[in-house]
DNA sequence: CTTGCTACTCTTTTT
DNA sequence: GAGTAGCAAG
């Protein structure tokens, strides 16, 4: 037995395994087997230590991780003991604590999680409430700097505002606060601080917590916030055997209320923490290694690591400048079939890595102009559609009948005649009296002329909640639907209603799949789950994702696209140091994915909105040497590109190049967009001349003469 | 109350 | 260029 748990890995893994009780924190690597060895310890506290699997708790980043090490478990010590575990995200693990504590912290059982978007309808309804205008505090703005605090462990009533607009934050704060909690409702961040908030005050449910996890193992520790931090030193408080996993430079998640500085937190609070290091590489060439480095090196504050491989130096890494978006993406295909048609590589093995998610709509067109089938991770998620969000509204307003914000989504969904106003006075009943809109409906108190359709609806929806506890998850849905009348509606006989239908059909399906489970945990599941959770292993094709999705995963070929100023480094990421060194470690976590081959692409136009616009490379191209390199870094990168691609792109064929210019610096020039500014410079750019502009609201922009419709005045 | 039109803001990254 | 908020008309 023992031997299989240490199966493959070497010594310096293995006494990371093994080491003994108390604080420890492993820093490693990418690919030197973090999650391995994590997992590996979990298999050896129970198989050698003999340790209860109830007493263990491993943190993982996502859901897929979880389900991964799960899966790997039940291999090694059997599902009886790998079920028993403590096992899943921060905010799973969360969820599964407050549901069982919810009286302590002023919901039931049956509270509803909000995301994202339900997060920014609380802002702005608080925001209205308080008679504040969206368009002086944008919602979006106030929502980021709640969310922080909340991050942050700081309550609405320890929030110090500095500035006027800090002062409205705290007031929108307590609203959106009292609002969650009159919607029997928490969001995604008090899943985090309410945890907290119960273990600090509560000593009985703190000494049971601290009692039972005898060891509390994290993995990807370098993005934890501090409510995090503070929730694992809770709950590991008595028995102290806290087992961190992470490497710094893979810290990506800093705008999310991540905070690498927990690693020297740790140290610390426990002096007596042991730190081992894993520098060893088991996935990727040496080339890819050295590239990787080079381009980490040029962060500021890191300890230093220097990586190394068995695997020999490999392939050189590819670095193309194509014309467009549309030809990147062309490249991108076809070397995809290159490669599979020599057999270095299967579809399966390859990955497509962007900055934004709105770079992969040219690649998925290539694609599918080349009918070869892939995969894409998130984007407009399944769980972001409209009509998933729409029936999950239905669900949960039976489930949770004070959830006001779902109901306000769906009331008229179909049209019922409720519309705005009608909504408006039942929720200020409601919240007057302290009742759900349910209560407020049964009495019938509103009149008027909806009155009638609030009757309807209230006489669906007491049905519905009645047969909330009869029926399982999946018929609830069937019934919810069709008495609804959602389903007529989403069924118009459109080829975009067959689509959301089937849509529908999909989260039907998730339903189906929670058998005799209570609606709240398929809604608390369904509310939980991450972007990468839809990577299903199976299908053999390419698979299309962020950056930040590609973290924790691995590839034989991977290409990185869009390797210019302003998209990798992101744009607003230009004045912040701090935010330019996690774009730097963003790439650093995109070449380490690659196993053995990496490309990295960028294109010499490129259109956000509107006309495209001339680039500049990646300034992290500039750091690669030469010598790993298939093409050249930066300087003269124009001239290496295939140049039978840019024939019939735009004016002047090759020969006529020259170096006069139809703009000089100090020309008045008129832009539709921009406005009046003055003419910094003007470059002969191959077959357009690209422009360097200071308008004169202050901007300066670099616009094509051939494309952006710029005039000499 | 609904529909349909115009105008405007967006694009980081997501548990 | 696209999705939506806001507004006017039915």
Same mark, same amino acid.
């Given at each position: 037995m023992d031997a299989n748990l240490f199966d493959n890995l070497n010594t310096a893994q293995r006494q990371a395994v093994e080491v003994k009780d108390g604080p420890v924190l492993v820093i490693a690597g990418p690919g030197s087997g973090k999650t391995r060895v994590l997992t590996s310890r979990v298999a050896w506290l129970l198989?050698?230590? %003999?340790? *209860?699997?109830?007493?263990i708790m491993a943190v993982t980043f996502t859901n897929k991780a979880a389900r991964e090490m799960r899966d790997r478990l039940n291999r090694m010590v059997g599902a009886a003991r790998a079920n028993d575990l403590m096992l899943g995200t921060f905010h799973s693990i969360c969820a599964r604590i407050l549901r069982r504590e919810a009286p302590l912290i002023g919901v039931d059982r049956d509270f509803t999680i909000y995301d994202a978007d339900d997060q920014l309808n609380v802002v702005k309804a608080a925001l209205s409430e308080l008679n504040l205008d969206e368009k002086k505090y944008k919602p979006g703005a106030v929502h980021h700097a709640i969310s922080t605090s909340k991050n942050e462990l700081i309550w609405p009533e320890d929030y110090k505002p500095d500035t006027y607009f800090n002062e409205i934050v705290r007031r929108v704060y307590e609203k959106y606060n009292a609002i969650l909690r009159a919607n029997n409702a928490l969001d995604f961040d008090d899943l985090l601080t309410e945890a907290v908030r119960l273990l600090r005050q509560n000593q009985t449910v703190r000494d049971r917590m601290q009692e039972r996890y005898l060891h509390v193992l994290v993995d990807e520790?370098?993005?934890?916030n501090i409510a995090q931090y503070a929730l694992i030193n809770l709950i590991a408080?008595?028995?102290? #055997?806290l087992f961190c996993v992470g490497d710094p430079?893979?810290? =990506? *998640?800093k705008w999310r209320g /991540?905070?690498?500085r927990n690693a020297n937190r740790l140290s610390d609070d426990h002096p007596d923490l042991s730190v081992i290091a894993l520098d060893q590489?088991?996935?990727?060439?040496q080339t890819i290694l050295d590239s990787a480095m080079a381009v980490i090196r040029? !962060?500021?504050n890191r300890r230093h690591i220097k990586l190394f491989t068995?695997?020999? %130096?490999?392939a050189k890494v590819v670095v193309r400048e194509l014309f467009n978006a549309d030809e990147e993406a062309q490249y991108v295909v076809d070397t995809i079939n290159e490669l599979v048609s020599q057999q /270095?590589? %299967?579809?399966?093995d390859i990955a497509v890595m962007y900055?934004?998610?709105? %770079?992969?709509r040219a690649i998925e067109d290539a694609f599918v102009r080349a009918g070869m089938p892939y995969k894409l991770v998130g984007a407009t998620r399944f769980y972001a559609r409209k009509e998933v969000k729409d029936v999950l509204a239905y669900l949960r307003i039976v489930n949770n009948p004070a959830d006001s914000i779902s109901l306000q989504r769906i009331?008229?969904?179909?049209?019922?005649? =409720? &519309?705005e106003k009608t909504f408006a006075t039942l929720d200020e009943i409601a919240r007057a009296n302290g009742m759900t809109g349910l209560e407020v409906l049964k009495q019938g108190k509103l009149s008027g002329r909806s009155a009638k359709a609030l009757g309807e609806f209230s006489t669906l929806w007491q049905q519905w909640v009645r047969l909330r506890d009869e029926l399982n998850v999946g018929q609830l849905f069937d019934h919810v639907l069709n008495t609804s009348g959602y389903r007529e509606f989403i069924q118009d006989g459109t080829e975009e209603g067959a689509d959301r239908w089937a849509n529908v059909q999909e989260l039907r399906t998730v339903a189906e799949a929670s &058998?005799? $489970?209570?609606l709240s945990d398929f809604l608390s599941d369904v509310a939980l789950v991450?972007?990468?959770? !839809?990577?299903?292993?199976? $299908? #053999?094709a390419p698979v299309l994702l962020t950056l930040h999705a590609a973290k924790g995963l691995e590839f034989r070929c991977v290409f990185i696209v869009g390797m210019e100023d302003g998209i990798l480094?992101?744009?607003?990421?230009?004045?912040d140091p701090e935010e330019m060194a996690e774009e730097r470690r963003l790439l650093y976590v995109g070449i380490t994915r690659a196993k053995e081959r990496l490309y990295l692409l960028r294109a010499f136009r490129r259109g956000t909105y509107g006309p495209s616009e001339v680039t500049n490379p990646s300034r992290f191209l500039d750091d690669l040497p030469a010598g790993l390199l298939d093409g050249k870094s930066r300087k003269n990168a124009a001239l290496q590109a295939d140049v039978t691609r840019w024939k019939g792109s735009a004016a002047a064929p090759l020969s006529s190049y020259n170096l006069t210019t139809e703009f000089k610096a100090g020309d008045r020039v008129y832009h539709q967009k921009f406005g009046e500014g003055i003419v910094q410079r003007s470059i002969r750019q191959r077959d357009d001349e690209e422009v360097e502009v200071y308008f004169d609201d202050g901007k300066i922009k670099r616009l094509s003469a051939g494309i952006s419709g710029l005039k000499k005045l």
């Open positions: 198989e050698v230590r %003999q340790v *209860y699997p109830y007493r520790f370098q993005d934890t408080g008595r028995h102290r #055997n430079d893979q810290s =990506i *998640y /991540a905070d690498y590489n088991y996935r990727s060439t040029k !962060n500021p068995e695997h020999g %130096q490999g /270095a590589a %299967q579809a399966g900055r934004t998610n709105a %770079q992969s009331v008229n969904v179909p049209p019922r005649g =409720i &519309g &058998g005799d $489970a209570p991450s972007e990468s959770d !839809n990577l299903e292993e199976t $299908a #053999n480094p992101h744009s607003r990421s230009f004045d």
